[in-house]
């Protein structure tokens, strides 16, 4: 099978004003495929997963050179002419703590569609539907649509959160170690979400367990120092790395 | 071992003293308060009743009531919210989500920050300047509302800077992320999440607003009005009329001035019993501005 790429990572190097904290990086994501990001605290894999939906413009003296092209468009995202609000209408993301909006769980999903100026009642309806039983939350909520987001428990908050980012149908999905903040049952409910959800969507996630990136995710980047050291097919990662750093830090020897 | 246990007498003795005299400071407080409460309601009481706010200042105490001072505090206060809500609010909203942080916002915080210790009657003068002698508005209904507007706008601004800045910063990315632009995200959170807040700074303000003398009286408020402003209410196409806000006007606190500066003993009972009225008023706005914080906090905790 030919590979398809969704995105494609060209000498990417991002400052956070005189700091360099990606340093050349260039990475293929496979379109409908799970990619993970792995690497010890501070090794800049969140910062490198926030340039997919140029988050960092929200900050001032952020700044990215190089590239990195979204398909089939050809464009490139992180360009100084491209509008990232265009890039955040395309690209979702899901955080690290579930972050619901003190509004009622149908309105937090129904969110990213007002945006959109979508205000019909049945499309809204329909969408909003449509995404949490896309996140595995229906029918938990279907009865309560107008309760608060704040009165769910904290692994339902991020189901809530992945259908909100779900409802606006995103090219790509991006996860920022979306269950460091959640017990085990429920993490094993979201990591089961994200392996069906990567038939519809393209899928980037970032984590610090390695164990999860394991079982989740297609292919595996290692970063280490703002760099990529190395990128595969996860399983190759973890049973047969080929840089050394990369087999020191999933034989848990540092990081 | 002896030793500890006669230190330990020693220290508890403080800590029962320290109880003794903290428990004291807190009653002179209280007792004044409750001794001034009730001097003023004993004097003031017997003459509350609905001849007392309906009637006009007179020469005879027993004929004189409040009539024109709470419905001129009333206007006042309706110019001032109307024009410092909409001002302090869009302020505070865009030095917290839109201005940059440099050394020109910092100077902008510092000098609102200043300007909320601003003495009251200092914004008299300036209104005087500003709005009677260079806007032409006379000694009016709209002059002593824009003085009090004038004086509470740095609250109001900080109180909004404070209620957004309680926000958490995960919900601006959430918004951010799904595509929203800057006022979507005002508009839909920002605004919404810090209403109550807010509104409780607005409140607070206002509750000040309607005590202030020095800077109505600077701006020339009359301390003596036997009639009520014009109607807002016409018989002519468009049936609203501003007239009003051009009418000379008094307010609670100068009516109140005016009674005990009076000789006679019975125009001291109507200064108590227009301060029972005006005790109240803020008391009730205050009350309202905790139910109101109290209502948002249950609805929105982060």
């Known amino acids: 099978m030919v590979k398809e790429l969704k995105a494609e990572v060209k000498k990417l190097n991002f400052y956070y004003g005189r700091v360099q904290a990606l340093k050349e990086i260039n990475l293929p994501i496979e379109r409908r495929k799970v990619s993970a990001l792995i690497g010890p605290s501070g090794c800049g894999k969140t910062t490198f997963l926030r340039c997919f939906n140029r988050m960092h413009d929200l900050y001032p003296h952020n700044r990215y050179e190089g590239e990195i092209i979204l398909h089939p468009d050809n464009v490139n995202i992180i360009s100084p002419q491209m509008d990232p609000i265009e890039v955040r209408m395309q690209i979702s993301m899901v955080f690290q703590k579930p972050n619901p909006f003190p509004k009622s769980i149908y309105e937090n999903v129904a969110y990213g569609l007002r945006v959109r100026g979508v205000s019909k009642r049945e499309v809204l309806d329909e969408k909003v539907e449509k995404s949490l039983r896309g996140a595995v939350l229906w029918d938990e909520v279907k009865d309560r649509l107008n309760h608060l987001a704040f009165d769910l428990s904290g692994g339902q908050q991020q189901r809530l959160c992945i259908a909100r980012a779900l409802a606006t149908n995103p090219r790509i999905l991006l996860f920022d170690e979306p269950t460091s903040a959640l017990d085990p049952t429920a993490t094993l409910k979201i990591e089961e979400l994200i392996v069906e959800l990567k038939n519809e969507v393209t899928i980037i996630i970032v984590t610090h367990n390695m164990q999860q990136a394991a079982r989740v995710s297609d292919y595996t980047a290692f970063m280490y120092l703002g760099e990529i050291v190395e990128y595969d097919k996860t399983d190759r990662i973890f049973t047969a790395p080929s840089n050394k750093l990369t087999e020191e830090y999933i034989t848990g020897r540092f990081g | ?302």
């Open chain 2, 1 to 302: 071992m002896e030793d500890i246990k006669k230190r330990i007498r020693i220290t508890k003795f403080l800590d029962y003293i320290f109880a003794i005299v903290g428990l004291l400071s807190t009653l002179v407080g209280l007792a004044l308060l409750f001794t001034l409460m009730t001097d003023l309601f004993m004097d003031g009481f017997p003459r509350l009743g609905y001849k007392f706010f309906a009637s006009f200042p007179s020469r005879f105490p027993d004929e004189a009531g409040i009539l024109s001072a709470w419905v001129g505090s009333f206007l006042v206060l309706l110019v001032t919210a109307s024009a410092a809500i909409p001002i302090g609010v869009a302020a505070g909203i865009y030095l917290e989500e839109y201005a940059g942080k440099n050394w020109l916002t910092n100077i902008i915080e510092i000098n609102i920050a200043n300007l909320a210790g601003v003495p009251s009657i200092v914004y008299g003068l300036l209104a005087l300047v500003v709005f009677v002698y260079f806007f032409k508005f006379g000694e009016s209904i709209l002059t002593g509302g824009l003085a009090l507007a004038l004086l509470i706008l740095p609250m109001v601004i900080m109180a909004t800077r404070e209620a957004i800045r309680a926000i958490p910063n995960s919900i601006r990315e959430a918004s951010y992320a799904l595509g929203a632009t800057k006022w979507q995200t005002v508009q839909f959170h920002i605004i919404p999440y810090s209403t109550g807040g807010i509104l409780t700074g607005i409140i607070i303000g206002l509750s000040r607003a309607i005590g202030e003398t020095a800077p109505i009286i600077t701006v020339g408020a009359l301390t003596f009005i036997a009639f009520l402003p014009s109607s807002p209410f016409s018989s002519e196409f468009p049936f609203i009329s501003f007239k009003w806000l051009f009418d000379p006007f008094t307010v609670m606190p100068i009516q109140m001035f005016n009674w005990v500066s009076r000789p006679q003993h019975e125009f001291q009972l109507n200064a108590a019993a227009a301060g029972i009225v005006l005790m109240m008023m803020t008391l009730l706005m205050n009350g309202f501005a905790i139910y109101i914080r109290y209502r948002f906090r249950k609805k929105i905790k982060w």
